[in-house]
């Protein structure tokens, strides 16, 4: 699978921006798909996660509120909102494809390339 970011960018503390994941093939495939991150330093963390059985997204305790997932499964298109960014929000962002599970827990192995989101104070 070949997952394509874009839509980061540098933005003001408070701002907004709203990054897409292009999938190749079907999203429908995919047990999960899900949004991470990396800041400067720090491990690649999971932000928020998205099932096509209509359950309610995943969201980080950091990001919930603030941000939100969506897909769009005609278009193959994974998204994420971002609204009212901080500082600490500033990392890589990475679409993630989850194939399966283990147990109720989806596991995420294959990721895009990433798209750098910069927030400035």
Known sequence: ????ESGGGL????????????????????HAMGW???????EREMIAAIKPNGNPPY?????????????DDAANT??????????????IYFCAAAAGSIGPTAVFGSFGQGTQVTVSS
């Open 1 to 4: 699978v070949q997952l394509l």
């Open 11 to 30: 933005v003001q503390t408070g701002g907004s921006l709203r990054l897409s994941c292009a999938v190749s093939g079907s999203i429908l495939s995919f």
């Open 36 to 42: 991470y991150r990396q800041a400067p330093g720090e």
């Open 59 to 71: 969201y980080k305790d950091s990001v919930k509120g603030r941000f939100t997932i969506s897909r």
């Open 78 to 91: 994974l998204y994420l909102q971002m609204n009212s960014l901080q500082v600490e929000d500033t990392a």
